[in-house]
């Protein structure tokens, strides 16, 4: 089944999710919780083939406790999407602004990464300290490609 593009419950990422592939909120109830990424992790030994979902930049035990992500119930009934390349979008103070009041999130580059941003983030979280910081920061608006 292609995963590509469609919108998708969690129990359809355990059913047909392959090894690998990485899948993100996209609605959710607790808007904090969109743009959570998990990777799917299959496994195999003596019981058979099983799916695990982890951090999607783990590589090395990803089946390791510390790696597993944890299921809340928001997060069970969410929409999912696989995701494919990402292009990230310079956008605006005001679209920001937009963005954010609405519940999307926006990204906020740092290093190579780019950091999301809700309406709930802590700007210290962040590296913004004021006002001007806040104005001059440029922010991305995150496309598939």
């Keep these: 089944m292609n995963l590509v593009g469609k919108k998708l419950k969690l129990w359809e990422i355990m059913k047909d999710g392959k090894d690998g592939e990485v899948f993100e909120i996209t609605e959710c109830a607790l808007t904090p919780y969109i743009g959570t990424q998990v990777k799917v992790q299959e496994t195999q030994d003596y019981r058979g083939k ?7 930049k783990v590589t090395e035990n990803p089946t390791d406790a510390s790696n597993i992500v944890t299921i809340f119930g928001c997060m069970g ?18 679209k920001t602004v937009q963005l954010l009041g609405k519940g999307y999130t926006v990204y906020k580059k740092k290093g190579s990464n780019y950091v999301s941003v809700g309406r709930f983030t802590s700007f210290e979280d962040v590296d913004i300290d004021d006002f001007s910081d806040l104005a001059g920061t440029q922010f991305y608006m995150k496309e598939v490609i």
Aim: hydrophobic residues 35%; charged residues 30%.
């Design 77 to 94: 009934e969410a929409t999912w999407r696989k995701v494919e390349d990402v292009l990230y979008t310079p956008i605006d103070f005001t």
């Design 50 to 56: 099983y799916k695990t979902l982890v951090k999607p």
